[in-house]
């Protein structure tokens, strides 16, 4: 089981962001739209669909989606899988949820915790530390993470 790259990640993201992004764009398109044809409440309520929607769409492939099978769409495209460090296994909706509110931390950070992948040994986030949580290649593995060389998946004592 190999741990994926930070790029292969950032791809993943990228098609997820643009992926829910175009209900944004509708909302901001279509409430100018019904403002100008209709009136300022018709423009609020379109606005309002289409945030609901955006979200659904988020919530569903961020959390549902990736919880239950271990993947995003982005993830499943750039091939993929978000796994629990201890099983092997898709993590579950409520902690996909979890995951996904604990990278304001990442933010928090200064966006930090986003690049930390880049030189961490299980090239985890802060959010993935939190929830215990791997990204790695290929299919679902099912099988507990350990990390090349280390017992347990534990790095060894320095000596």
């Known amino acids: 089981m190999t741990t994926a790259g930070w790029l292969k990640r950032f791809m993943a993201w990228l098609i997820d962001m643009h992926v829910s992004m175009v209900f944004l764009v509708l909302a901001y398109l279509g409430s100018g739209w019904a403002y100008d044809t209709f009136d300022a409440t018709a423009a609020l ?11 659904a769409v988020g919530f569903y492939n961020r959390c549902i989606y990736m919880g239950l099978y271990g993947h995003s769409w982005g993830r ?27 990278h304001f931390l990442d933010w928090g950070m200064l966006g930090m915790g986003f690049l930390l992948p880049v030189w961490d040994p299980k090239r985890q986030t802060v959010a993935d530390k939190i929830v215990h949580t791997v990204t790695v290649e290929g299919p679902v593995p099912g099988a507990p993470f350990v990390l090349a060389g280390a017992a347990g998946g534990r790095r060894p004592a320095a000596a």
Request: proline share 3%; charged share 20%.
């Open 45 to 55: 309520w379109l606005s309002i669909v289409f945030y609901v929607i955006w979200y």
């Open 76 to 102: 499943h495209l750039v091939g993929m899988n978000l796994v629990d460090e201890r099983t092997g296994k898709p993590i579950g909706i409520l902690r996909a949820f979890m995951r996904e509110n604990s």
